[in-house]
């Protein structure tokens, strides 16, 4: 189970520039590939693009090729793809369905639309309940739910369909330090079963606990590239708009401050 | 198809179809068909314009709006939502028949260059009590039915889903522009724009309100629909449907019998029997 991007660049309809420019990535199975960067970097338009949503729902025009699983996708209508990759937005109002009455019927609403079997939309709506320990929730309604509530159901949703690959832009934004680790914590459990997970976070702690790789985009362009440890680890982070994870700052500062490196204990493990 | 990765191992706890989306509702009017109410409060709406007058529509508010809401008990929501509905086209409509009926005769009061005549008071009447009747219908409709039960009833009888979507995704769209213009309206009043004090003023303080509403809800539109593309929305072939309301015979035949009843009122005042 495989994503892969090759030479993609994307340009919006209408816009004069590109967003997105010569954007090689490999997404292999089990593996998580955190993107950063600057607000305007391209993040959304990477995961729209590798999701498939652009140009097919957005408009615009692309070149390059995106595989999937070895297969080009180009002529993939969404709804076909939209059984293979789940994509998770910011904001987690718009991602509600407005049919569900219930968080239950929500969580659902996606595998009711793949045609899943009856009792399989139940047990997969049951188990993304409770992975993010939201079963409490699932007779509420949606809409009467907190934003952090919110985007767990949102998520619970995504999960709920069992994708082979998962591409979610800032899906912590509006959640505490607790969602944040449910959301992390699910996300690492996907990858072990062997999806292939493409993740933006502002939140760079969150990438360096579960990304095995990191990109840091700019203007569009792959400016950095790695290893997680590597790439969080380089000091022009700051310049490209990322806050480096509190592990890297505080060992910068340490440095800075004349402490030994061995000091610090379990943070140079 | 899904299901290749993600959570497969997870031990879920197979609970089954929870009790409450198929829980019966609290009453026998909300118990009923989703179709049948909406049949009811359609034939009720129409029913009140066609038989005109107004004797006829306030009988049909009594039997087929009052009396169900009191069954239901709901008729104090009932009452306070399609007032709030139907107000602001109630009163328009009820003072300009009132002073400005073509037809009217008989004075009862004179303010400078307007008069208001009792042909004119009766029309109103007659205009107000319609009004109320359609609001009325369609209230007791959505207090006592739970949208998603009637887009599943609809899809479960071939409807497209996206017919269903649209209805419902509209009501859905009124309480969250509500909350959306509350949000906007704490913004601008924390930047200092003033909502408060003389007519001008108020008026003044919406336009700077209703801009970001309208263009906040239009940009909304394009997540949304690259959200319910994403959960495979658009996929062709039939959706999968946890629980269908329930349906009678009775209920059937109760359907086609308010259909046929509108149909031949239509037609007998059509053709000007009832006159």
């Known amino acids: 189970m495989s994503l892969q991007l090759t030479g993609v660049g994307y340009r919006y309809a209408g816009a004069t520039a590109a967003a997105l420019l010569d954007i090689d990535l490999l997404l292999g199975p089990g593996e998580v590939v955190g993107v950063a960067g600057a607000s305007e970097s391209g993040k959304t338009t990477l995961c729209l693009v590798a999701a498939g949503l652009a140009p097919r729902t957005v408009g615009g025009q692309i070149r390059g090729t995106i595989l999937l699983d070895g297969e080009d996708v180009d002529a993939w209508p969404m709804h076909r793809l939209s059984a293979r990759i789940g994509i998770g937005f910011q904001n987690p109002a718009t991602q509600l369905s407005q049919v569900a009455g219930t968080v239950f019927e929500e969580v659902a609403f996606g595998p009711m639309n793949l045609g899943v079997p009856r009792n399989e939309v139940v047990s997969h709506t049951w188990a993304a309940l409770e992975t993010l320990r939201i079963e409490n929730l699932a007779e509420r309604d949606p809409f009467r739910l907190s934003g952090g509530q919110q985007q767990l159901v949102a998520m619970a949703g995504l999960l709920a369909m069992r994708p082979e690959h998962l591409v979610l832009d800032e899906p912590t934004a509006q959640l505490d330090p607790e969602g944040t680790r449910l959301v992390g914590d699910a996300i690492a459990r996907l990858a072990a079963e062997g999806a292939s997970i493409l993740i933006t976070e502002q939140k760079t702690d969150l990438l360096a606990a579960i990304a095995a790789r990191v990109i840091v985009l700019d203007g569009g362009r792959i400016a950095r590239a790695g290893t997680a440890d590597d790439v969080l680890a380089d000091p022009g982070l700051a310049e490209l708009g990322v806050a480096p994870p509190a592990m890297h700052r505080l060992r910068r500062a340490a440095a800075d401050a004349g402490v030994a490196p061995g000091t610090l204990g379990s943070l140079d493990g | ?242 629980w269908t309301p329930s349906d009678t015979t009775f209920e059937r035949i109760l359907r086609w019998g308010l259909v046929a009843a509108l149909v031949g009122l239509i037609a007998v005042r059509v053709t000007g029997v009832l006159r």
């Not at chain 2, 198929?22 to 066609?50: I, W």
């Not at chain 2, 709901?74 to 009820?94: E, H, Q």
């Not at chain 2, 009061?109 to 609001?135: D, H, N, Q, W, Y």
């Not at chain 2, 017919?163 to 509500?178: E, I, K, R, W």
């Open chain 2, 1 to 242: 198809m899904a299901g290749g990765a993600g959570l497969t191992s997870a031990p879920p706890l197979d609970r089954g179809i929870p009790d409450f989306l198929e829980r019966p509702g609290p009453s026998p009017v909300h118990r009923l068909n989703p179709l049948t109410k909406a049949t009811l409060a359609t034939v009720t709406a129409v029913a009140a314009v066609a038989l005109g007058g107004l004797v006829g529509p306030v009988v049909l508010v009594l039997v087929a709006v009052i009396l169900p809401a009191a069954a239901a008990g709901v008729l104090g929501r009932l009452i306070r939502t399609s007032l709030l509905l139907a107000l602001p086209i109630a009163v328009s409509a009820f003072l300009v028949n009132l002073f400005f009926f073509p037809d009217g005769r008989t004075v009862l009061v004179e303010v400078g260059p307007i008069t208001a005549t009792a042909e004119g008071f009766g029309f109103a009447l007659e205009i107000l009590a319609r009004i109320l009747a359609i609001s009325g219908a369609v209230t007791l409709f959505y207090l006592t039915t739970r949208p998603a039960a009637l887009v599943i009833d609809l899809e479960r009888r071939g409807v497209s889903p996206r017919v269903g979507f649209v209805a419902n995704a509209s009501v859905q769209t009124v309480p969250a522009m509500v909350e959306r213009a509350a949000q906007i309206t704490a913004a601008q009043r924390a930047r200092g724009l003033d909502t408060e004090g003389s007519v001008w003023r108020r008026i003044r303080g919406i336009v700077p309100i209703v801009g970001p509403v309208i263009l906040g809800s239009i940009a909304e539109v394009e997540e949304r629909t690259m959200a319910l593309e994403a959960r495979g929305f658009t996929r062709p072939g039939r959706r999968t449907l946890l």
